[in-house]
């Protein structure tokens, strides 16, 4: 890296000429010669004002030399050490609060601090009963758990009223007796979430007290790995920063309300932080699956019983795999046999509407529920064929 220019623009003036401050030689009188008198010399002129200057110059420095012996007390062994005074601040007063700083403010109090034996993550207020919501991977194996409101405050105890690791949602509780304050967060309809929009969130990340971010929606309609294997789909896509320990935390509109829940990250190679792209559970999952937990119910979530990949030959989801005993197995669907896998049916509509990836497979069929029946059209040495499939209820983890 080069050198930084100096503060002058020519080096070389660093040190100014000192002539002028040397004590001056007293002329010798020379012989009286008349002569015609001549106009004065500009050089002459010039040194005289040079000396004229620098006894000026010398007299400043003694007045002020004179100055700073007298403010110390006028001891020249001794002088008396004055305290700096603080750098004034800017005029102006306060700066106009932001949009971001007026919601967090109105919605910080309901985001809490969720503390297990084995980790934390953040959670926050859905009901002024003391029900609060966070993600399943956070409570995983606890039974228990404690809840921080404020980020001097004491932990209060809460109960887990329940799990699903299908969606990673998980439901607490605490007393409002035990409770500081209970400031519940309203839920958004995620299905009217646009992509551009803006998006807060708010949560505890790396340890850290409470903490916001923002960014904007980066992307709709992705699908995440739950805790036992299988697919979350409608994720929310933000590059708000999230990080460790924002699982269960809310993402946020601009009118404070949850879009959804966040629950992963996307990270480098190396496994570390936030790279800017964030995944969060929709709000409208939660609203369906939270009354569920609340009451101490399991949630039952439809099962087909196929893996299904792209196809290489056109629109559609080719199935590679199907699960012994599920609904796709008794139905009497087929997976290829081959390495390829392409003599496999190839799925092109379920229930009428058009498949042509495997992930409209998966959305379609969690719009249903268990007991439901679904036809399944599939292509299938070049004939097209419609099977008919009464879905079950999916397992613990993915078999």
Known sequence: MPSPPPLWADPSAREPERAWLEEPTSPQPAPHVPQTPEPPQRGSARARRWVITGFAVLALLV????GALLAGGGDSGSTTKRAAAPLPAAAGGATQATRIGSIYASVASGVV?????KASGTGFVIQDD????????VVEGETSAKVVFNDSDKAVPARILGRDESSDLAVLKVEPSAAPQLRPLALADSDTVKVGDNAIAIGYPLGLDRTVTAG????????IKAPNGFNI????????????????????DTKGRVIGVNSQIATDGAGEGNVGIGFAIPSNTVREIVPQLEAGKTVAHPFLGVSTSVSPSGPGALVRKITPNSPAARSGLHAGTTAS??????????????????????????????GDKATVAVVRNGSRVSIDVTLGTRPGTTP
């Open 341 to 370: 896998g392409t003599d496999g049916d190839l799925i092109v509509a379920v229930d009428g509407k058009p498949v042509t990836s495997p992930d409209d497979v998966i959305s379609i069929i969690s719009q249903k529920k268990p």
């Open 233 to 252: 789909d409608k994720v929310i896509q933000t590059d708000a920063p999230i990080n460790p320990g924002n699982s269960g935390g809310p993402l946020l």
């Open 216 to 223: 904007i929606v980066s992307g709709l309609g992705r699908e």
């Open 113 to 117: 601090q969720i503390r297990t034996a």
């Open 63 to 66: 007045a002020g030399l004179t």
């Open 130 to 137: 003391g029900t609060i919501v966070t993600n399943a991977h």
